[in-house]
């Protein structure tokens, strides 16, 4: 007899949840998008502030995942009326959905860093 596995109280359908997972990667791929999202979440930023803070990404990536994240409604973008122009990001509503994901996402980092280090012995 062969074991289900359950989600939410309702039988693991394999095909469907593999679906989604692509699906969410899809929205979520690069390497980028996450850290921006993770970025945003502290507050609303403006684009030098999180072309600082996301180190290593150039602005052309930048403006490029920004618009992406926009259209998928996970971001706001806001012109502020401002001399010269400055524009503010922000996480959405639907966006902020997402920390659950993102905290568990940093947790499990912060513990799989600790225990690769303890296991060469790699001071903390």
Request: aromatic residues 8%.
């Amino acid at each position: 007899m062969k074991k289900k596995l359950f989600v939410d109280q309702k039988p693991l359908q394999c095909p469907s949840q593999l679906k989604a997972i692509h699906d969410t990667m899809d929205i979520l791929s690069g390497k980028w998008k996450i850290t921006i999202i993770a970025c945003l979440n502290f507050g609303t930023k403006r684009f030098m502030d999180l072309q600082r803070e996301v180190e290593g990404i150039g602005s052309k990536m930048l403006s490029k995942e920004l618009q992406e994240l926009e259209v998928n409604g996970l971001i706001s973008r806001t012109v502020l009326n401002t001399k010269p122009v400055t524009v503010e990001y922000a996480v959405t509503e639907y966006g902020q959905t997402l920390r659950p994901i993102l905290w568990e996402m940093a947790n499990w980092g912060q513990n799989h860093r600790s225990k690769v280090k303890s296991a060469f012995k790699v001071p903390v």
